[in-house]
């Protein structure tokens, strides 16, 4: 008999994981059961069948059993592997604290689940550009998963940035944990 996956019975085992402490995903290789109805929007919002999940306390759940395999999200438990929707970045990085100045500034990010990853070399910063030219900023949080950086955030750090030499040319961009980030080079930010 083949049963089908259901966001309860995942819920569940990550629930009698996540008593230990964090789950530990990258040591877990389950076989894989399907994919789930379950998606991740652009603005960090879970669905699960088309609905909204509205208890904060089920989507940190969730979003600690999230694991990054060749370009595709599954959510793990010991047991099990099912495969989600993530139409950008599976986090949301909502604020950041910085400490510091100059190359002695820190950055801390907090995402909408409650990550605080502080940017540096295991935690790098980096900005795409959209079709419409436009940044889009991103930080590490863990294993190949990325928070997007929300617009009030990036602007906020922005008025941070400095300019400074990277790849042999000058670039603006921000400081973190002793690692230069460049955003844009500053030849761009003349014309």
Request: with cysteine; net charge negative.
């Given at each position: 008999m083949i049963v089908k996956p259901s966001a309860e019975g995942v819920m569940a085992a990550a629930?009698?994981?996540?008593?230990?402490?964090?789950?530990?995903?990258?040591?877990?290789?389950?076989?894989?059961?399907?994919?789930l109805d379950m998606r991740i929007a652009r603005d960090g919002t879970w669905f699960y069948l088309g609905t909204p999940i509205g208890r904060p306390a089920m989507v940190r759940l969730f979003s600690s059993i999230l694991k990054l395999e060749d370009g595709k999200f599954f959510l793990v438990t010991p047991v099990e592997k099912v495969g989600i929707t993530v139409d950008?970045?599976?986090?949301?990085?909502?604020?950041?604290?910085?400490?510091?100045?100059?190359?002695?500034?820190?950055?801390t990010f907090t995402t909408h689940v409650e990550d605080q990853v502080t940017a540096g070399p295991d935690h790098p910063i980096r900005v795409a550009r959209g079709a419409d030219g436009q940044p889009a900023p991103y930080v590490m949080v863990r294993a190949g998963l990325e928070?997007?950086?929300?617009?009030?955030?990036f602007y906020r750090l922005v008025?941070?940035?400095?300019?400074?030499?990277?790849?042999?040319?000058?670039?603006f961009g921000l400081w973190s944990d002793g690692q230069f980030f460049p955003i844009q080079p500053a030849a761009e930010l003349d014309g």
């Open positions: 629930t009698k994981a996540a008593k230990k402490g964090p789950p530990p995903v990258h040591l877990w290789n389950p076989p894989f059961c399907g994919d950008d970045a599976p986090f949301v990085a909502v604020d950041a604290e910085v400490e510091g100045e100059g190359q002695a500034q820190r950055i928070a997007r950086i929300d617009r009030k955030t008025e941070r940035g400095v300019t400074a030499p990277h790849q042999g040319q000058d670039w």
